[in-house]
């Protein structure tokens, strides 16, 4: 279970961590630093040696929707840092196959298998089913862009990302497989979750803990892929 992780510090609540100005460093990047040396789930994360605090957010996700299952085959889209391969590893076990793609280089998971590469492209496909040895499944996908601050604009980008996401899923999972994929509260996302209601047999969404409370992240979740 993934339990919201303590917020004291030495007894004392509300304690924080002040970044102090440096030449160089934007107001915006001395913000997102003093915002991360603060996040509990940050904190978490390093201490339970997770890459990323997304780790919490796949666990929260599975402890809901029990979508990890030991030896099943698993692909995870946009998987740099690497924090849900180190989740998926750990439940899925040594007969498990999980392969994580990216366009950035990821340090080597034990137990998983790391290609580099754009997932539109019909090569990096084949390789990605290559190493799965069958279908998958399960599909995630933790993909955002970079935001713009303005939110319908970041709103259809993210909404794009999925379903791109969403096409390679339909092409790669075995009947009965699942989808997860990271959307933004907005009002433009009715065709997709169509079309999802369309190919899977249960559709849902879900904010889990360690999302930031004042990020619009949310994510769909897709099980019973009708093939």
Do not use: C
Request: aromatic residues 6%; without cysteine; positive net charge.
């Amino acid at each position: 279970m993934a339990k919201t992780p303590d917020t004291t510090k030495g007894g004392q609540r509300g304690l924080t961590t002040q970044v102090r100005k440096v030449a160089g460093r934007s107001t915006g990047s001395r913000a997102w630093l003093q915002r991360q040396l603060n996040d509990p789930w940050v904190q978490a994360a390093q201490k339970a040696g997770y890459r990323s605090r997304a780790a919490f957010k796949l666990l929260q996700l599975d402890e809901k929707f029990a979508l990890l299952k030991p030896g099943m085959r698993l692909v995870d889209l946009g998987a740099a840092p690497g924090g849900w391969m180190q989740v998926a590893a750990k439940v899925l076990g040594e007969r498990g196959r999980i392969v994580g793609l990216d366009l950035l280089e990821i340090d080597a998971i034990p137990g998983t298998i790391i290609l580099q590469g754009d997932f539109q492209d019909e090569a990096v496909e084949q390789a990605v089913l290559a190493a799965l040895d069958g279908p998958a499944d399960l599909v995630l996908s933790d993909m955002a862009p970079n935001t713009t601050g303005h939110g319908p604009t970041d709103h259809l980008r993210i909404m794009g990302l999925a379903e791109i996401a969403l096409d390679f899923a339909e092409r790669v999972l075995k009947p009965g497989g699942g989808f997860v994929a990271k959307v933004f509260q907005g009002g433009s996302e009715a065709a997709m979750l169509l079309r999802l209601r369309q190919r899977f047999t249960t559709v849902k969404h879900a904010k889990p803990a360690a999302s930031r409370k004042d990020s619009s992240e949310l994510y769909v979740v897709a099980t019973g892929f009708k093939g």
